[in-house]
């Protein structure tokens, strides 16, 4: 770590190079993810794929250490069409989750948007010869549309829809659950492109006893084996048919990354992101429950009723993840910032509720005990997040938190602390704090 400007504040640093700012925490330079961090955290299997070849004699390699081949880069560890500064959670799938303060932008950009696989993304993708079969139970008749025949067919619609995956969050649960540590970064609100769900299921016919739809992507399993499906879940009709329910091909008007689901992905904003099937290639109509791959088990579940921290839950008493709980994001200055005493500080981000919408964003620099209401946009469409911005003064030199808490439309507040443990480590809505040091 080299010292920088250690005697700055953040608007002269701000003023200076934006983007130098950005990469400081109490005015010291820190490396994003560098292959030296990744490879300590990562195991043999990314070595291995970073070298391009095996290590015969691994079981010999004492363990946390860099082969000589990269001990001597710091080159920045990427996944391509994606920001560097997006944290690697897990190479195999690849999971990446977006540090808030490159969230900042009102709609996120689409290098920006995380990346959660469960499988393994499929391959020589041919959007011309791509096909999505409507099938199951409760369709009147089954049906193929090419992206043409969809693009042809029926009217477009572009929403700009927040997608959140439930186990954002995760790391901070005690006792802590195993599967991505996600902490803040998994959710972003681009803009999508495409046509109603309801249209073409419509237009296929749906029978009266549909309950549910579910999906199917083109991604393989990642043990390889065939037959297997990574992901294959789904939502009620009333979810399913909603206005904003899409079958995108576009985000904010380009094709979107291989990674989150080109060429065709579904959309279901407010509700956890596995709900977004990406590479879709089928969609079943069903007369009950869908029960695709993690839709049955413990997966995007939580317990019907609360449980004590590291209880285990039986199926029978866990209930699917509806909508996603409020939640809010400072994504303006980054934790670690400075300002000069007197001065005030500008702070920014976006408040999110599920199916329902913010009606206030508060913050506060003791901790809770007193609470400032800040500005707040309305959504562009519904289910959209909403921009807060606000100013602080401070008392005096010093180190604070800024906390962030939103209340949604129902008046449900965000926790100050960690709420509801549960198996799989789902929904923690706990306020996002910065440290900001006074000098
Ligand atoms: N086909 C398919 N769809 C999928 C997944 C997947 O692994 N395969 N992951 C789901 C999960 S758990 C999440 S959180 C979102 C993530 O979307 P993103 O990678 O575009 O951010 O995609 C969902 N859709
Ligand atoms: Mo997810």
């Not at 029926?154 to 996600?182: D, M």
Request: hydrophobic share 40%; with cysteine.
């Amino acid at each position: 770590m080299k010292n920088h400007n250690v005697s700055k504040g953040i608007h002269e640093l701000y003023k200076e190079n934006p983007e130098k700012a950005d990469q400081l925490i109490w005015g010291r330079e820190v490396h994003p993810i560098t292959r030296r961090g990744f490879l300590k955290k990562s195991g043999l299997w990314a070595m291995s794929a970073a070298l391009g070849a095996n290590i015969p004699f691994a079981d010999y390699m004492p363990s946390g250490l860099i082969p000589a081949a990269f001990a001597d880069t710091d080159e920045p560890f990427r996944i391509a069409g994606k920001h560097p500064g997006l944290i690697v959670i897990n190479d195999r799938p690849v999971n990446a989750e977006t540090p808030a303060h490159l969230l900042d932008d009102l709609i996120t950009p689409a290098d920006k948007l995380f990346i959660r696989n469960n499988g393994i993304p499929p391959e020589n993708i041919d959007p011309a010869a791509w096909t999505l079969r409507i099938e199951g139970e409760s369709v009147k008749s089954h049906a193929r549309f090419s992206l043409e025949d969809l693009k042809r067919k029926f009217k477009h619609y572009t929403y700009q829809l927040t997608i959140e995956c439930a186990g954002n969050g995760r790391s901070e649960f005690n006792p802590p659950v195993p599967e991505g540590q996600w902490t803040v970064g998994a959710v972003g609100c681009p803009e999508w492109t495409g046509v109603r769900l309801r249209d073409v299921l419509e237009s296929v016919g749906i029978k009266d006893d549909a309950v549910y739809i579910g999906y199917y992507g083109r991604d393989t399993h990642i043990s390889g084996k065939s037959g297997l499906e990574p992901i294959s879940r789904g939502v009620p009709m009333s979810k399913a048919l909603e206005d904003e329910t899409l079958i995108a091909w576009a985000m904010n008007g380009a094709d979107m990354p291989v990674m989150n689901g080109h060429p065709l992905r579904l959309v279901c904003g407010g509700w956890p992101a596995s709900t977004s099937g990406k590479w879709l290639s089928k969609i079943v109509v069903r007369n009950k429950v869908h029960d695709g791959a993690k839709m049955t088990g413990l997966s995007y579940k939580l317990p019907c009723h609360p449980v004590e921290p590291g209880a285990k839950v039986m199926e029978k008493d866990m209930c699917i993840i509806e909508s996603m709980p409020v939640k809010s994001l400072i994504t303006y200055p980054k934790t670690g910032a400075m300002i000069k005493a007197g001065q005030k500080l500008p702070l920014r981000g976006h408040a999110w509720a599920g199916d329902l919408s913010v009606s206030a964003v508060d913050t506060s620099i003791d901790f809770g005990m007193t609470w400032q209401r800040s500005s707040l946009q309305a959504p562009k469409n519904r289910l959209a997040w909403q921009h807060w911005r606000t100013e602080l003064d401070f008392p005096g030199p010093g180190y604070y938190e800024v906390w962030v808490r939103a209340t949604d439309s129902a008046g449900q507040m965000q926790p100050m602390v960690v709420p509801g443990w549960n198996p799989k480590g789902y929904l923690n809505n706990a306020c996002h704090r910065i440290a900001v040091k006074v000098i």
